[in-house]
Structure formats: structure tokens, C-alpha cells
């Protein structure tokens, strides 16, 4: 629309113009005046465009390695929960297990509340294992 009005008003040979668009309601308008303010509002409707398609570009990149990202823990929940590991782990002979649990308040999204466990600590062997 500014464009369209931009045109309008270089081409014509009236002095005043009708236009809704330098103060949101219709006023007549020196000619000089008018190509002067639409040309200012055309500059910041531009750079405004610009801003958002960069944000677009931008989030559109984050929406795309977020995908790599879950995809990613998918393969590794994958592992974690295959046939060997569960063979592996049953195999292993744990002791001295230990929990470290705290309150958390009832959280409105998760709806969690109570104790939960933050840490687990254990031993095999000689070797001393902490899992969050």
C-alpha cells in the first residue's frame, strides 16, 4: 500500500494528496510532504521486513538441529536400551548403592511432586560410579 501511494504521489501533478497512511486517518497532504513521510514509513517497513526474515532464517536453523539433536538422544536412548546393554548390565554385580533424593514442590507443567531421586552413587569392584 505505501509502495502503491508512493507511486501515486511521484507521478501526479496535484500538489495536495488524500492519504490514510502518514497518520492513520485520510488527510490532505502536501505532495512534498507526502513522498517525504511514505519514503521514512517505506524505510522502516523495510528494515522491519528484513529483521524478520533473518529471525526466520534463524529459527528455522534451530528448528533444524533441535531435529538432529532429538534424533541424536533417539539413537543413544536406543543404545542405552538395546539387548546388550540389558545383557551387560545384568551381568555386573553392584554394591554399596546409594540414593540421594530431594523434595521438590508440585511443578504445574510436569506435574511432579514429592521426593525424587537427583543422584544415584554405587560400587563395582574398585571403581565408584555417580549417575544423575
Known amino acids: 500500500m505505501i509502495e502503491f501511494e508512493l507511486e501515486e504521489a511521484k507521478h501526479t501533478k496535484k500538489n495536495r494528496l488524500v492519504s490514510a497512511l502518514v497518520c492513520g486517518a485520510k488527510q490532505d497532504i502536501k ?4 513522498l ?3 519514503r521514512r514509513e ?3 517497513v ?3 521486513l528484513e529483521g ?3 529471525e526466520i532464517a534463524q529459527t528455522e536453523m534451530l528448528i533444524h538441529n533441535t531435529k538432529d539433536d532429538i534424533e ?3 539413537d543413544e536412548i536406543g543404545v542405552e536400551e538395546s539387548q546388550l546393554m540389558r545383557r551387560i548390565l545384568r551381568q555386573r554385580k553392584y ?3 546409594s540414593l540421594n533424593s530431594s523434595n521438590i514442590a508440585c ?4 506435574g511432579v511432586s514429592g521426593n525424587s531421586v537427583s543422584s544415584v552413587a554405587l560400587s563395582e569392584g574398585e571403581n565408584c560410579y555417580i549417575h544423575s
Open 31 to 34: 505532495k512534498s510532504e507526502l
Open 36 to 38: 517525504l513521510r511514505l
Open 42 to 44: 517505506h524505510e522502516i
Open 46 to 48: 523495510e528494515k522491519k
Open 52 to 54: 524478520c526474515l533473518n
Open 72 to 74: 541424536a538422544l533417539k
Open 95 to 97: 554394591r554399596c548403592i
Open 107 to 110: 511443578d504445574d507443567v510436569t
